[in-house]
């Protein structure tokens, strides 16, 4: 499908890394499957990968595994 965004190319379909943070608090998902734009970068999901998604995350069984992740403060 052609991006929506640019209107320059066919999205691709791709494994993903998705994150999403609450506060402090930062949660990955890796190999989630999504449309993405090769052009501008642009990810979709679909609306079962999305509730696949949730309840991946709503069970809070233990995670695949830990990474340690640094915060930068962006300087100007
Ligand atoms: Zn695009």
Do not use: K
């Not at 943070?21 to 609306?47: F, K, R, W, Y």
């Amino acid at each position: 499908m052609t991006c929506e965004v640019c209107g320059r190319a066919e999205r691709e379909r791709r494994l993903i890394r998705y994150s999403f943070s609450q506060g402090d608090h930062l949660t990955v998902v890796d190999h989630v499957p999504a449309e993405v734009c090769p052009n501008c970068g642009e990810v979709s999901l679909s609306p079962d990968v999305v509730e696949r998604l949730q309840q991946t995350v709503w069970q809070q069984r233990a995670p695949a595994r830990l990474i340690e992740t640094p915060v930068y403060e962006f300087t100007s």
